[in-house]
């Protein structure tokens, strides 16, 4: 698993949202993702509106679970778009 992340940083020349994987942002400022928070909540999607992968965040599973379903929520509240067509 871990090789295979560190392919993927090699590989990728588009790193846009974190830079390195393998730390939790959320376990590391001690928060957790909040709903009313879209301009946080935003960074943890792609331009596109869908939720970016673990891989490339680096956030836990516990964090990425409450992160899914605070980004679902807020778009629910149309706090993020559901799927921007470009
Ligand atoms: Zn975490």
Known sequence: ?????????????????????????FCKEKWSPDYKNAALLRRFTTDRGRIVGRGRTGVCSRHQRALSRAIKRARELALLPFDAHI
Do not use: N, T
């Open 1 to 25: 698993m871990a090789d295979q992340e560190e392919k993927q940083e090699r590989h990728g020349s588009r790193e846009r949202v974190f830079r390195r994987p393998g730390r939790c942002a």
